[in-house]
């Protein structure tokens, strides 16, 4: 019979062994498998740091940012000295916007080591961003004496230049002809003029400020709807579901659930887009929030630095007011539910408790509006701690118990990157639809739809693979510190 000295020894050869398993997963952008195998490590030898650390860089790069925070805390707390798991600690804190506590793992890096100048640059960084937060915080009015930006711009004192060749709105109407123009010109990296562009956001927020929180479509029996979860900022694949599925029309409407900018580097492009058809015809398209759709989220990962440099500063402040009026959950023919993130922290929340949601804000931390838009269905009953850090994971029970209490069939989230591009859980009642392939440019995923044909309402899934895009990398017009941990 082995001794137990010569049992833990096994344990942590096997462990190492895995470990290297898992370091190869990662390299190979398989995430959730590096995760797993991280796990059998730490299940084998739970003391190494190490294995701690690395699953938290794991979990960052699935965007489980709260997941990462908690394994890099682990790491620290078994090696105070363990200067990658502050640093990975700091790097999910920064991705969350939480600045303050970043800046602590940071500042303690450069004390662990003094000498190391890839710490130094990082604390410098993150001690810019810190100082530039309290400097906007110290300026900003309160929210009630905000004015409106839209109701600052005036179009008719800017002018379009003679020479300027580009897509024009003649007259008073988006046209179809007009949004053809606007994404070819995009296509070929030509950008809208400034007038039209302004006409556009300004003319999709009188839309929208007119829309209820939740907004109930009606799809006539024999016609169809189509479903399409996050694009964030991939325009070249947003071109690639029309050449699939038709560009959007009266009779080929489509619902893009939230997440539209952001990570990639052409999201003016797919917000101009996205905006210009609900112009058009606003039965054609129906757009809803995503956490994305927020001013936080936009100053780290790219939308923020995009607009200043494809369009201006006023845009910048025009769009985060906009994006304060997209509805936050839609109903298609009375059965179907679709929200970006998930679902809630207590049961017995109703349809009209959604419609009462006060949207027009920036999304709060808590509360049914965050949870909606933060929120992630988990394969075990019941509820959890979100992944993230924000919102909360919930089971299959709390699906079916929502539905029911709502008679409701089914329902459709985004919000998080899959494999095939959709995932269906909890019994056939929920499905996740993610419409950016190989997001981010490393991910290898394909990117899904859905469409619904009245009046069975059955999902039909249709995937597709990335396509080719001018080499802009993604995240290119993102915050410098955090370009920096990706």
Not at 228 to 234: E, F, L, S
């Amino acid at each position: 019979m082995p001794s137990m000295a010569a049992e833990n020894n096994s344990n942590v050869s096997l462990a190492e062994q895995i470990k290297q398993q898992a370091n190869e997963a990662f390299k190979a952008n398989k995430f959730s498998q590096a995760i797993d195998l991280y796990t059998k490590a730490i299940e084998l030898n739970g003391e190494n740091a190490v294995y701690w650390a690395n699953r938290a860089f794991s979990h960052t790069k699935l965007e489980e940012y709260g997941s990462a925070i908690q394994d890099a805390s682990k790491a620290v707390e078994i090696d105070p000295k363990y200067s990658k798991g502050y640093y990975r600690r700091g790097a999910a804190y920064l991705a969350m916007g939480k600045f303050k506590e970043a800046l602590k793992d940071f500042q303690q890096v450069k004390r662990i080591c003094p000498n190391d100048p890839d710490a130094s640059k990082k604390l410098k960084e993150c001690e810019k961003a810190v100082m530039k937060l309290k400097f906007e915080e110290a300026i900003s009015a309160p929210t009630s004496k905000q004015q409106s930006v839209a109701e600052t711009i005036d179009l008719r004192t800017i002018d379009v230049e003679p020479q300027y060749a580009g897509a024009r709105i003649e007259g008073d109407v988006v046209t179809l002809e007009f949004v053809k123009k606007m994404m070819d010109d995009f296509k070929n990296q030509k950008m809208l003029h400034k007038r039209y562009a302004f006409e556009i956001v300004l003319r999709t927020r009188e839309i929208l400020m007119a829309l209820p929180s939740l907004v109930d479509v009606n799809v006539p029996n024999g016609k169809h709807f189509t479903v399409c979860g996050d694009v964030h900022g991939q325009f070249y694949d947003l071109l690639n579901i029309f050449e699939l599925n038709g560009l959007p029309s009266e009779d080929n409407p489509y619902l893009f659930n939230g997440d539209f900018v952001d990570r990639g580097s052409f999201s003016v492009e797919v917000i101009l887009t996205l905006f210009a058809f609900k112009c058009m015809s606003p039965s054609a398209i129906h757009l809803s929030r995503g956490n994305h759709e927020s001013k936080s989220m936009n100053k780290i990962y790219g939308f923020e630095g995009e607009v200043r440099s494809k369009l201006s500063d006023k845009f910048v402040e025009l769009f985060a007011e906009v994006f304060c009026y997209l509805p936050l959950a839609h109903v298609i023919n009375e059965k179907v539910f679709v929200v970006h993130g998930g679902l809630f922290s207590t049961d017995g929340v109703k349809l009209f408790d959604i419609r009462a949601i006060d949207r027009f804000c920036e999304p709060p931390e808590e509360g049914l509006m965050c949870e909606i838009l933060w929120s992630d269905p988990q394969p075990n009953t019941g509820r959890g701690p979100s992944k993230r850090g924000v919102g909360l994971s919930f089971g299959g029970d709390v699906t079916k118990r929502f539905l029911k209490d709502n008679n409701l069939d089914l329902v459709v989230r985004s919000h998080e990157v899959k494999d095939e591009g959709y995932e269906i859980e909890h019994d056939g009642k929920l499905i996740t639809v993610f419409s950016a392939p190989n997001y981010c440019d490393q991910m290898g995923n394909k990117g899904a739809f859905i469409r619904f044909e009245a009046p069975t309402m059955e999902p039909k899934i249709v995937t597709f693979s990335a396509v080719p895009h001018p080499d802009v990398k993604p995240m290119a017009y993102a915050s410098n510190f955090l370009r920096m941990f990706n």
